[in-house]
């Protein structure tokens, strides 16, 4: 009888341990990679990527950076320097000091173009602001053609500082124009109003507020933001529309109105290009210069005088008064602006 053959279990080989050279036992060899934490695969990729869409960002931001360094930042530093020279253009610029600002402070045309552009902001940048309100609060209602009325009244601020536009308004206020004859029907006296230095500058006012149609704009958007709630429980509390627009509309508004208040001021201070049509007669800026707002007479010691160290000074006084002007507008918000809370 064959014996039944059993084959035992074979046993696991294992290596055997190494020997060291004092006879010890080494430890043995770990697989590769084995004790060591795991490796974040996009770790060392992340960085690069980073670095690639950095660079290309600042590869599209060149060309407005580029135009930044050389149409703005650079002419901004040379003009700094030339505010202390005296350049007129031709010759090299003479280090002199702050005897630019010492005659400009001096000059009586000096001091003429800042009246005449403190009353041309006092006067013309509410009056722009109050019409475009008045017409907001008209569009915000429900009516019919909408659509029409709004791009009616928005499209004198996309032609109205044109040359063109500015040579047509001279022609209307000139002597036996239409707003002479308008006059002599209402029993007023005739002229035009181009010719006369004391109204002159009304002119220019009326063009301001005939380009209502931008701030126009702002201002239906922050209506359009009001809710109708507020209107109905106040109508139903008794409230007269003077009440609710004085108590619901302006303090709602308030943001926007600081909006345009800002940035209306910050354009009638730059005003230039229509004064200086418009009051072109024979000389610039008006007759006995009644529109000769402060960049009318910076152009004419700059370009006309051939003295652009005195422009260069009268340029950076005009951006302190500018940056003051703001300070001041900032500084009050607080008193008359209302926020959402959390919104500041």
Request: net charge neutral; with cysteine.
């Amino acid at each position: 009888m064959d014996a039944a053959v059993t084959s035992a279990p074979t046993p696991a080989t294992h290596p055997a341990p190494a020997t060291g050279p004092d006879g010890g036992t080494a430890p043995a060899a770990s697989p590769s990679g084995a004790g060591r934490p795991p490796r974040a695969a996009g770790r060392t990729a992340r960085p690069h990527r980073a670095r690639r869409e950095n660079l290309a960002g600042y590869l599209f931001m060149s060309p407005w950076i580029a135009g930044f360094l050389l149409l703005t930042a650079g002419p901004m530093v040379a003009s700094l320097y030339f505010a202390f020279t005296d350049y007129n253009l031709f010759d090299a610029p003479k280090w002199i000091g702050l005897d630019n600002f010492t005659e400009m402070f001096g000059d009586p045309r000096w001091r003429t173009s800042v009246e005449i552009t403190g009353w041309y902001v006092v006067i013309g940048t509410p009056l722009k602001l109050a019409a475009a309100l008045g017409v907001a609060l008209l569009l915000n209602q429900s009516r019919r053609g909408q659509g029409f009325y709004r791009a009616a009244f928005y499209a004198p601020s996309l032609i109205g500082a044109s040359v063109s536009v500015a040579i047509v308004w001279r022609a209307i206020f000139s002597d036996g124009a239409a707003v002479d004859r308008a006059q002599q029907v209402l029993g007023m006296d005739a002229g035009g109003w181009i010719g006369d230095p004391d109204r002159i500058i009304y002119a220019l006012v009326a063009l301001t507020v005939w380009q209502f149609g931008a701030p126009m704009v702002i201002f239906l958007a922050g209506l359009k933001q009001v809710p109708r709630e507020l209107y109905e429980a106040a109508q139903v509390d008794g409230a007269s529309p003077w009440r609710r627009f004085w108590h619901i509309t302006l303090p709602m508004i308030s943001p926007v109105l600081f909006f345009n208040v800002l940035l209306e001021t910050i354009h009638s201070f730059q005003i230039f290009g229509s004064a200086y049509i418009i009051g072109s007669q024979g000389n610039a800026c008006g007759p006995a210069d009644g529109t000769l707002v402060y960049t009318c007479y910076l152009y004419i010691q700059g370009f006309e005088n051939s003295r652009m160290g005195l422009a260069s000074a009268m340029a950076w006084m005009l951006l302190l008064a500018v940056g003051l002007v703001t300070a001041v507008l900032f500084w009050s918000q607080r008193r008359w602006v209302h926020y959402e809370e959390g919104a500041r």
